[in-house]
């Protein structure tokens, strides 16, 4: 089992940064790839990010490609999302979640994530 903690959210003016962190608990978390979702008051969570067990592999959405920068420690089991260039329309609950499959086809999909965190809010005013 994998506990999952975001943080990191907060209010930030477009064309600003922040970092978001998701710390895993357990032992286990090198077996995971891990993904970053965020969902929108009024729209369903979306896919934005996701990196494999390693870190050699990464995919994003296209609305956050060029922007957003998503790393991991193993060493720490932590995850992290680095976001620049903010715009109004990322204002969003983020999440990050746990994935045993290690294929970027299914990364963009919530049915595939077996743990998730209890979100962290990122409110960008323009």
Same mark, same amino acid.
Request: aromatic share 14%; with cysteine; hydrophobic share 35%.
């Given at each position: 089992?994998?506990? $999952?903690?975001?943080s990191?959210?907060?209010?930030? &003016? *477009?064309?600003?940064? $922040?970092?978001? =962190? @998701?710390?895993?608990s357990g032992?286990? #978390?090198?077996? /995971?790839?891990?993904?970053? #979702? ?7 969570? %979306? #896919?934005?990010?996701?990196? =494999?067990? +390693?870190?050699?592999t990464? /995919? /994003? ?6 922007? #957003?920068?998503? =790393? ?5 089991n932590?995850?992290?999302l &680095?976001?620049? +260039?903010?715009?109004? %329309?990322?204002?969003?609950? /983020?999440? @990050?979640? *746990?994935?045993p &499959?290690? !294929?970027? *086809?299914v990364?963009?999909?919530?049915? !595939?994530?077996?743990?998730?965190g209890?979100?962290? &809010?990122v409110?960008?005013s =323009?």
């Amino acid at each position: 089992q994998v506990q $999952l903690v975001d943080s990191g959210g907060g209010l930030v &003016q *477009a064309g600003g940064s $922040l970092r978001l =962190s @998701c710390a895993a608990s357990g032992r286990t #978390f090198s077996t /995971y790839a891990m993904g970053w #979702f965020r969902q929108a008051p009024g729209k369903e969570r %979306e #896919f934005v990010a996701a990196i =494999s067990r +390693s870190g050699g592999t990464t /995919y /994003y959405a296209d609305s956050v490609k060029g922007r #957003f920068t998503i =790393s991991r420690d193993n060493a720490k089991n932590t995850v992290y999302l &680095q976001m620049v +260039s903010l715009k109004p %329309e990322d204002t969003a609950v /983020y999440y @990050c979640a *746990a994935t045993p &499959q290690n !294929y970027p *086809a299914v990364w963009g999909l919530r049915r !595939y994530y077996d743990y998730w965190g209890q979100g962290t &809010q990122v409110t960008v005013s =323009s």
